[in-house]
């Protein structure tokens, strides 16, 4: 009976739903393998084990985690089953050796049918753990390459708005790898006209320069329809189909709303719903996060001056903007929540705006290389 792998239930429920499911789990079937063996010593042994499976597997990130809980599980098992040993009085027979052989044998067998049907109750569940998000954080995964490929700007974006979404997480609480990598394939329908959207055009003639603003606007809003039909497509997990889906929320196309505005007369006002994301708005915290750090970072880059001063007001006008405009009401920020989540931003964007002294011979603000020879050798 040692050598039940009833361990393996509660670090399913761990690694696919969460912590307080596995607990409840663990002792309700702690209860019935007491009651199915007719010993409440058992129930404390099949307790043990699956606390320890259980909290062996929190946050966790590689596939050797799940070998390392295993293992803990078998220590606990063998020293569990061998306090029962001697509460029993067995001590002297050979009872202890088998006991304790056949309950470090638990942790294999838990770790074995752990490894082998996570994968399969993924699938079957449609659910998404972390280690699944850590292979898909992995830029060299096809996608990414041909964002990289097609769109090095927006490649740059999505890795920036990485950075953002994960440190606001961290504070609020979310799980910071499902932002990161979320944000890092938010953008990824852009790879269908990457020469549409601004941070990928080289050239200073835009596109959109010929085209009616209408036009433009529905150019911009196919990126969110493109980016979830290529996530199917790869088979991404529904958590970050949705973000894909959500990470414009209903927010409007500013610039060409007002460009429209400017080119109709007063009679056919051009109307705003035209120029609105399909949506939804953001569901849930994490997707808020992507919403508001692609919107930031975006909004970022027009800065001439980056002083902190300049870039908190910057974050506090975005943010704000997107309360106002009601994108973040059916997600549970609170106005803690927003409080951590500007400062975060506020100090990577600082950071990443940061300035460095001239290179001596290399100096470009007042005097043309070309003028005066340099005379120290290229920073390496």
Known sequence: MYAVPLAA???????????????????????????????????????????????????????????????AVSLVCMFTALIITLYRGNLLTISPVVAAGTAFLNGIIVVTLVSALLPLFEYLFKLTTDISLLELLDLNQPIMRDLLVEAPGTYHHSIIVGNLAEAAAEAVGVNPLLARVSAYYHDIGKIKMPDYFIENQIASISKHDNLAPRMSSLILLSHVKEGVELAKKHKLPLAIIDIIQQHHGTSVQTFFYQKAKEQQDEIALPREEDFRYPGPKPQSRVAALVLMADAVEAASRVLSDTSPARVALLVDKIINHCIIDGQLDNCELTLKDLREIKTHFVYLLTSMYHKRINYPGFELGHESIDKKPAKASAPR
Do not use: E, Q
């Not at 010993?39 to 499976?53: D, K, N, Q």
């Open 9 to 71: 239930g509660s670090m399913m429920a761990a690694l696919l739903i969460d912590i307080h499911t596995a607990i409840v789990f663990t002792v309700i079937t702690s209860l019935a393998a007491g009651l199915w063996m007719n010993s409440p010593l058992y129930s404390i042994y099949v307790f043990a084990s699956g606390l320890t499976g259980s909290f062996g597997v929190i946050n966790c990130r590689k596939r050797s985690a799940i070998w390392r809980a295993g293992f």
